[in-house]
C-alpha cells in the first residue's frame, strides 16, 4: 500500500524515530502501524527515541591517527560503567574510523553519513548499538587534524579516555615530542598554544579586573600599572602552553623546551569528558532500584 506523509507523521509521534527510519518501517510492513513499531523496537531505534532525554554526560574521549591524519573524539553515554563496556569501547573506536575515512565537517554531517556496514547510516549504526548497550550514546564533537611530512601528531589518553589530548608540531617528526606536550596539556589545562591567540578583549578584561584587585587591595596608583602587568603575566601562564613550565622539567617554559628541539606547537585540542555539561547527580542506591522497578 502507498504510504502517506500522514502515517509516517504518525509513527514518529508514536516512536520518536527519524523520517526515514519511519518511512523504511511502514514499507517493510505494508503500512501496518502496530507491526512498524515493532519493526523500529527490534531495530534498536524506537528504544534509542525513548532515551534521547536522557543525560548523556560520561563516556570516552578517544584519539587515533592514521597516516597524514588524526582524529580526537568525544562519545557520551549515561554512566561510567558503559564506558568501561567492551561494546562501547570498540563502538567509539568504530566511529573514530569512520570520521577518518569520511572526513565530515561536522557531527550533524558525520551522523547522517553512509556507514560501511549493517546500517546504513552512522546514526543507525549508533541506535543499533544503543539497544544492545542500554543506556543514550551519543557522538558529541570531533576534530580531524592532516599534517605534513614535517610535522608529527602527540596524543594522550589519561584516566582510561576520561581526558584525550591530539597535539601537531611543527618543524619535527618526532613523536615522543609531541605525545609528551600531549602529557602536558592534559595535565595543566591551557586554553591557547600562544599570547597572539588570546583576544585583545579577553587581555583587557582580565587587566581591568587585576588592575580593581590592586586598587581594592589599597596599592598606590603610580605602582598600579606596572603590578597588573606583572599579574597579567602571570595570567598568560595560566592559559598559554608556551609561557607554562613543562610538566617534565619545570625549569623550562614549554615553548622554549619544545623550540630547543627544532620545533614549535601549531595546535592542540583537548577533550575532558563532559565538560560544560550538566550531569545527573542520583544517587546510586536510587539508580540501582529505579532499574529494579523498570
Request: aromatic residues 6%; glycine residues 6%; contains cysteine.
Given at each position: 500500500?502507498?504510504?502517506?506523509?500522514?502515517?509516517?507523521?504518525e509513527?514518529?509521534?508514536?516512536?520518536?524515530?527519524g523520517?526515514?527510519?519511519?518511512?523504511?518501517?511502514?514499507?517493510?510492513?505494508?503500512?501496518?502501524?502496530?507491526?512498524?513499531?515493532?519493526?523500529?523496537?527490534?531495530?534498536?531505534?524506537?528504544?534509542?527515541?525513548?532515551?534521547?532525554d536522557r543525560?548523556?554526560?560520561?563516556?570516552?574521549?578517544?584519539?587515533?591517527?592514521?597516516?597524514?591524519?588524526?582524529?580526537?573524539?568525544?562519545?557520551?553515554?549515561?554512566?561510567?560503567?558503559?564506558?568501561?563496556?567492551?561494546?562501547?569501547?570498540?563502538?567509539?573506536?568504530?566511529?573514530?574510523?569512520?570520521?577518518?575515512?569520511?572526513?565530515?565537517?561536522?557531527?550533524?554531517?558525520?551522523?547522517?553519513?553512509?556507514?560501511?556496514?549493517?546500517?546504513?547510516?552512522?546514526?543507525?549504526?549508533?541506535?543499533?548499538?544503543?539497544?544492545?548497550?542500554?543506556?543514550?550514546?551519543?557522538?558529541?564533537?570531533?576534530?580531524?587534524?592532516?599534517?605534513?611530512?614535517?610535522?608529527?601528531f602527540?596524543?594522550?589518553?589519561?584516566?582510561?579516555?576520561?581526558?584525550?589530548?591530539?597535539?601537531?608540531?611543527?618543524?619535527?617528526?618526532?613523536?615522543?615530542?609531541?605525545?609528551?606536550?600531549?602529557?602536558?596539556?592534559?595535565?595543566?589545562?591551557?586554553?591557547?598554544?600562544?599570547?597572539?591567540?588570546?583576544?585583545?578583549?579577553?587581555?583587557?578584561?582580565?587587566?581591568?579586573?587585576?588592575?580593581?584587585?590592586a586598587?581594592?587591595?589599597?596599592?598606590?596608583?603610580?605602582?598600579?600599572?606596572?603590578?597588573?602587568?606583572?599579574?597579567?603575566?602571570?595570567y598568560?601562564?595560566?592559559?598559554?602552553?608556551?609561557?607554562?613550565?613543562?610538566?617534565?622539567d619545570s625549569?623550562?617554559?614549554?615553548?622554549?623546551?619544545?623550540?630547543?628541539?627544532?620545533a614549535?606547537?601549531?595546535?592542540?585540542?583537548?577533550y575532558?569528558?563532559?565538560?560544560?555539561?550538566?550531569?545527573?547527580?542520583?544517587?546510586?542506591?536510587?539508580?540501582v532500584?529505579?532499574?529494579?522497578?523498570?
Amino acid at each position: 500500500m502507498a504510504i502517506t506523509a500522514s502515517m509516517v507523521k504518525e509513527l514518529r509521534e508514536k516512536t520518536g524515530a527519524g523520517m526515514m527510519d519511519c518511512k523504511k518501517a511502514l514499507t517493510e510492513t505494508n503500512g501496518d502501524m502496530e507491526k512498524a513499531v515493532d519493526f523500529l523496537r527490534e531495530k534498536g531505534i524506537a528504544s534509542a527515541a525513548k532515551k534521547a532525554d536522557r543525560v548523556a554526560a560520561e563516556g570516552l574521549a578517544h584519539v587515533k591517527v592514521e597516516g597524514n591524519y588524526a582524529v580526537i573524539v568525544e562519545v557520551n553515554a549515561e554512566t561510567d560503567f558503559v564506558s568501561k563496556n567492551e561494546n562501547f569501547i570498540n563502538l567509539v573506536d568504530t566511529v573514530a574510523t569512520h570520521l577518518l575515512n569520511k572526513k565530515p565537517a561536522n557531527v550533524e554531517e558525520a551522523l547522517a553519513q553512509d556507514f560501511d556496514g549493517d546500517a546504513d547510516t552512522l546514526q543507525n549504526y549508533i541506535n543499533n548499538q544503543i539497544a544492545k548497550i542500554g543506556e543514550k550514546i551519543s557522538l558529541r564533537r570531533f576534530e580531524i587534524v592532516e599534517r605534513s611530512d614535517n610535522q608529527a601528531f602527540g596524543s594522550y589518553i589519561h584516566m582510561g579516555g576520561r581526558i584525550g589530548v591530539l597535539t601537531l608540531l611543527d618543524g619535527t617528526t618526532d613523536e615522543e615530542l609531541a605525545k609528551d606536550i600531549a602529557m602536558h596539556i592534559a595535565a595543566i589545562n591551557p586554553k591557547y598554544v600562544s599570547r597572539d591567540q588570546v583576544s585583545q578583549e579577553e587581555v583587557e578584561r582580565e587587566r581591568q579586573v587585576l588592575k580593581q584587585q590592586a586598587l581594592n587591595e589599597g596599592k598606590p596608583e603610580n605602582i598600579v600599572e606596572k603590578m597588573v602587568e606583572g599579574r597579567l603575566g602571570k595570567y598568560f601562564e595560566d592559559v598559554c602552553l608556551n609561557d607554562q613550565a613543562f610538566v617534565k622539567d619545570s625549569d623550562q617554559k614549554v615553548g622554549k623546551y619544545v623550540a630547543s628541539k627544532g620545533a614549535s606547537v601549531k595546535l592542540f585540542f583537548r577533550y575532558e569528558v563532559g565538560e560544560g555539561m550538566e550531569k545527573r547527580e542520583d544517587n546510586f542506591a536510587e539508580e540501582v532500584m529505579s532499574q529494579v522497578k523498570k
